[in-house]
């Protein structure tokens, strides 16, 4: 009788557990993405980030490693969302796949509660524009093909990724579509028909 109890008892504590997990690596990336928007990104220490989530340091460093830890699982997490949306776009046989793809994405980044949109507008943004740029890139790849085209892929793989962060940064930012309509123009200027990709 004991050992049936058992079962379903260690089961629970279990799913207990992950639960308390789960809230304590939510308040530790709520905590640090708050002090990363105050101070910047600078001089941020497991125990700030500890006192913020209003834990101790040593339950902290149970979960991470670093506060970099941290922000390299947010970082991951947001790129490979954005990646997603990139592989649509990639697969996408006309010019609306681009659009809808921008427009998602646009909206990804106004979501003030996504990965993205936070950490955009922290001091993690540079390292995080950087991994979306390069995402960005080998997309790209994909749909202008030839390999003596890298150096277009890279020129609009910078144009798309600075204008998404001029306009993330832009008080009276236009719509996503208006955004979209921009980049279609940047991608036509400099790559103006879609080529098939190689044969293998």
Known sequence: MSR??????????????DKRVARTRRAIREALLNLMAQRGGADITPKDVADAALINKKTFMAHYASVGAVIQEMEDEAVSSVSEVLDEAAAATDEEGLARAIERLGSMVTDGASSLGRLLRTGARED????????????????????????????????????????????DRPSAQELSRRVRRLVRSVAPERRDAPQS
């Open 128 to 171: 995080v524009a950087a991994r979306i740029q390069l995402a960005v890139r080998d997309r790209l790849r994909r749909v202008v093909g030839a390999a003596e085209d890298d150096l277009a892929c890279d020129f609009l793989a910078g144009g798309i990724t600075s204008a998404f962060r001029r306009w993330v940064g832009e008080k």
């Open 4 to 17: 049936s109890q058992d079962g379903p008892t260690t089961g629970a504590n279990a799913r207990s557990q």
